[in-house]
């Protein structure tokens, strides 16, 4: 089956998951955490992508992102996969691919999702029980956007900033936002569109996205009104 082209679609946020080979570990000392870290912010600025959460679990990474520009995605995780894994692979005296593949990415519709995915990102140590409260796992953005820590890597979309009129108002309301868990349908929704690189959004969204990237934003409904053409593609 061929692969979807990827969305681009200027100023609209994606969900971003980058995995290890065989789901093996990418990370296995707080070095390779914060040199990690390094590589994303270098790239992140020189490419024109803005980060709004991250979390690095031991054997993938998910982001939540606006690209700049086309390129700006693609070209950040080329740079950092290329330095992050020659320093993997000399640290612990290893060869050959670290990535398993390509990342997995959907466009998010920011006035409805945004907050949602960076919940999702941001809670993964949770749900993966590793803590009971994300400001307890060291390695995810939730200090910076919750707790106000400083974060080259972060910058904060607009969605986020209309949470108060101050930093303390923005913060106060970001951490009430963990009051209520992402909902099981949510957390499928999002993980279901990330990995078949659908996007994330309402009918009147989708319907926008269709019109500007001439792909199709959502699998094809089944039966008799699902044989036409669209865009190019058969469906």
């Known amino acids: ?31 390779d955490f914060q040199f990690f870290l390094r590589c994303l912010d270098d790239a992140r600025e020189i490419h024109g992508l803005a980060v709004h959460a991250y979390v690095l679990m031991t054997n993938h ?23 992050y894994v020659q320093h993997f692979n000399r640290t612990y005296r290893r060869t050959g691919t670290l990535w398993e593949g390509r990342y997995r990415a959907t466009l998010i519709d920011s ?18 029980r590793m803590v009971d409260d994300p400001m307890q796992y060291r390695w995810c953005s939730y200090h910076v956007n919750a707790h106000g820590r400083p974060d080259p890597v972060i910058a904060f979309h607009d969605v986020y ?27 499928e929704l999002i993980r279901e569109t990330t990995n078949k690189n659908w996007a994330l959004g309402n009918e009147r969204f989708k319907r926008r996205i269709e019109e500007l990237s001439g792909r199709r934003s959502a ?17």
């Not at 990474?61 to 330095?83: D, E, F, I, N």
């Not at 006035?111 to 949770?126: A, D, F, G, I, S």
């Not at 039966?223 to 865009?231: L, R």
């Open 1 to 31: 089956m061929a692969r979807q082209p990827r969305f681009f679609i200027p100023g609209e946020a994606l969900h971003v998951i980058q995995r290890g080979n065989n789901r093996e570990p990418i990370f296995a000392a707080d070095e």
């Open 61 to 83: 990474v998910h982001m939540v992102a606006t690209p700049a520009h086309a390129q700006s995605l693609p070209k950040t995780l080329q740079s950092v996969g290329r330095r």
């Open 111 to 128: 006035e409805e999702y945004l907050l949602t995915c960076m919940r999702y990102v941001e809670l993964n140590p949770v749900r993966a």
């Open 161 to 187: 900033l209309r949470l108060g009129g101050t930093v303390a108002d923005r913060l106060s309301a970001y951490r009430a936002l963990f009051g209520c868990a992402v909902s099981s349908a949510e957390v």
């Open 219 to 235: 699998p094809a409904r089944r039966g008799p009104q699902a044989k036409h053409k669209f865009a190019g593609f058969r469906v």
